[in-house]
């Protein structure tokens, strides 16, 4: 039972990993065999996890050990531009899955 989990999680990181680094290469075979076309909704699980911890953890953590308003780094405004950048990747990267998504399953259903 060690094992199976073991080797799932493997397979589930390597898929994972394939979809940031080359996306391109990793979806054809996620489309063709069919078994995992459900991680193509990584970005959009991984946003609501980084929404959920943000806002419960890291944004109080940051306030409890910064005075906000007179931090010489600038304050809480760098948390909501990496706020926004990270959102901004991740919605871009959902998009661009789909896309491959949609592309391959019309291409591969000829």
Same mark, same amino acid.
């Given at each position: 039972?060690?094992? $199976?989990? %073991?080797?799932?999680? %493997?397979?589930?990181?390597?898929? !994972? ?6 996306? %391109?290469? !990793?979806?054809?075979?996620? #489309? ?13 699980? !991984?946003?609501?996890?980084?929404? #959920? $911890? ?7 953590? #940051? ?5 906000? !308003? ?7 405004? %760098? ?26 399953? /019309?291409? /591969?259903?000829?």
């Amino acid at each position: 039972m060690k094992s $199976a989990v %073991y080797s799932i999680s %493997y397979s589930l990181f390597q898929i !994972t990993q394939g979809l940031v680094f080359h996306p %391109y290469q !990793t979806m054809q075979p996620l #489309v063709k065999d069919r078994v995992f076309v459900w991680m193509c909704l990584i970005p959009s699980f !991984t946003l609501a996890f980084v929404t #959920v $911890a943000w806002r419960w953890a890291v944004v109080p953590m #940051v306030q409890l050990f910064f005075s906000c !308003t007179q931090a010489p780094w600038g304050g809480c405004g %760098y948390l909501s531009f990496f706020s926004n950048a990270l959102t901004f990747f991740c919605l871009y990267w959902q998009s661009m899955l789909l896309y491959l998504l949609f592309r391959f399953k /019309f291409a /591969f259903s000829s």
